[in-house]
């Protein structure tokens, strides 16, 4: 089987794969790699905190790793591609160092664009899910505070 | 100038104007009517409750308009596009009823697709931003709980 040269990852898939197996060694050089080289790229973190760029974004992920061991379990949900833009939706539920109970789980939205060196993340948008009975209508008065 | 026949939008942008057009009316009907129909589509609202499908859809913002009326300030801040999808990065600045005072912003990540009809909304994710200096690292540790 012929491997694509280094850094040139063929479908969306791959790079997904690449970006949990970066997570779970707590590779954030490896993160920076799958990012798009573009001043659009970002990343918002379950805590509302949206980067821009590619080195905000890998910083970010060295400061998660200096803190944590992560681990993320992932459903996909929903995907949408054409020739040069993919989406994945998905779940995703996270191990935090040796701790057995799961957390989250996050809603997460990627959006991938495929460029000269193959298939890149150029957005990834994750946010706590509430997967409980709370009507919307107090959510728009009390959680949009 | 020719208009397009009803219901058919030419851009994405059109799609969204409509959107934040509907939602200022409070008119669940036409949100309805922006998004595709099939079952993949799909809304995160910034409570974390996720719906999938466009009946469900169109009944939160229903409960949400029944609830509450909803003005919404909206600035682009990344967009991905191709022949057939369209994805929006926005920050939403949100008016509740008559109080002058802004709640949010919103990160929201908007996926459009075009099909028979035009240009229609598949993906809404919305979350509450943290504008503030807050740890990543805590964020980890505390916010995904």
Redesign the interface.
Same mark, same amino acid.
């Not at 918002?44 to 949206?50: E, Q």
């Not at 946010?127 to 509430?130: E, G, I, W, Y």
């Given at each position: 089987m012929k491997k694509n040269p280094p850094g040139i990852n063929a479908r969306p898939e791959d790079v997904e794969q690449a970006f949990y197996e970066a997570i779970a060694r707590g590779d954030a050089e490896q993160i920076g790699k799958l990012w798009a080289e573009d001043e659009?790229t970002?990343c918002?973190?379950?805590?509302?905190?949206?980067l821009?760029g590619l080195n905000p974004i890998r910083e &970010?992920w060295r @400061?998660?790793f200096? @803190?944590?061991r992560?681990r993320i379990q992932v459903e996909s949900?929903? /995907?949408?591609? @054409?020739?040069?833009?993919a989406?994945h /939706?998905l779940s995703e539920t996270?191990f %935090?160092g040796d701790d057995p109970n799961p957390?989250?789980p996050?809603?997460v939205?990627h %959006?991938y !664009?495929r460029g000269p060196h193959g298939w890149r993340l150029?957005?990834r /948008?994750a &946010?706590?899910?509430?997967d409980g009975q709370?009507?919307?209508?107090?959510?728009?008065?009390h !959680?949009? /505070?």
């Open positions: 659009e970002l918002v973190h379950p805590t509302g905190v949206r821009t &970010s @400061s998660i200096a @803190s944590a992560l949900v929903a /995907h949408w591609q @054409s020739t040069v833009l989406i /939706h996270l %935090v957390r989250g996050l809603y939205t %959006v !664009t150029a957005c /948008h &946010s706590a899910a509430d709370q009507a919307l209508a107090d959510g728009v008065r !959680t949009v /505070h």
